[in-house]
């Protein structure tokens, strides 16, 4: 497609439950990112994968979070044991590059809507 | 740590004005800072990037300036309408971590009434 595109759109869980939420950036796009945004607030980072590694998972708030990109292009989000606190508005975004000090725009999916009863 | 604040919560103004909104950062003066809008429930929509060295930049009815002095940006929409109502995300880079990945302030939602 000719946008960032992340499935589910939104998803509800039980606490403790097992999630998985989809990202698929924009063709060529070798940069990917995952924020996480809750209301009223601003996107806030979580983890940047350069190709199929994660450059950078300084984000993730622990443990119970996790995110692949095997084949450098579609990214997973993991989250294991949900806890009421991980609703939030989860935000993918891909650039052509992200190398430091790039100045590229990102652009960004419509986001999953996580909702933990 | 790089932290970013931008001037209100809410904005209010009468269609046909000029929009004014404010980014201020507290720490080191990043490269380039970028502009997006946000409907509700949808993604950030980049708008704008201005880099250090450029005072001021121009899109359509928006404009942006950089003050490295001052730490801080100011986005404008001038002849503003309706359909501009939405809520405005400044963002830096962040060096203080790795490549790539922004600091977004909690934006300002502007409301223009007709």
């Known amino acids: 497609g000719a946008g960032v595109s992340q499935t589910p759109s939104n998803k509800v869980t039980e606490k403790g439950k097992y999630v998985e939420l989809r990202c698929d950036p924009i063709s060529g796009h070798t940069a990917l990112y995952w924020y996480r945004q809750s209301l009223g607030q601003g996107p806030e980072f979580l983890i940047y994968f350069q190709g199929t590694g994660a450059a950078d998972d300084s984000g993730l708030p622990n443990d119970r979070f996790f995110a692949v990109r095997p084949e450098g292009s579609v990214s997973t989000l993991k989250i294991q044991r949900t806890e009421r606190g991980d609703s939030a508005m989860y935000l993918c975004a891909s650039s052509p590059a992200g190398f430091w000090g790039s100045n590229q725009p990102q652009h960004f999916g419509d986001g999953t809507r996580l909702s933990i009863l | 740590s790089q932290k970013i604040e931008q001037n209100s919560e809410a904005l209010n103004i009468q269609e046909g004005k000029t929009a004014t909104l404010t980014c201020n950062y507290t720490?080191?003066?990043?490269?380039?800072l970028q502009w997006y809008r946000q409907d509700p429930g949808r993604g950030p929509v980049f708008l704008l990037l201005i880099r250090e060295n450029e005072k001021e930049k121009r899109k359509e009815r928006l404009k942006v300036t950089f003050d490295t002095t001052l730490k801080q940006s100011l986005f404008h929409i001038t002849a503003s309408q309706p359909a501009d109502s939405a809520t405005y995300l400044c963002?830096?880079?962040?060096?203080?971590?790795?490549?790539?990945?922004?600091?977004f302030g909690k934006g300002t939602k502007l409301s223009v009434k007709p």
């Open positions: 720490n080191y003066s990043p490269a380039y």
């Open positions: 963002a830096l880079p962040n060096y203080g971590g790795s490549q790539g990945n922004l600091i």
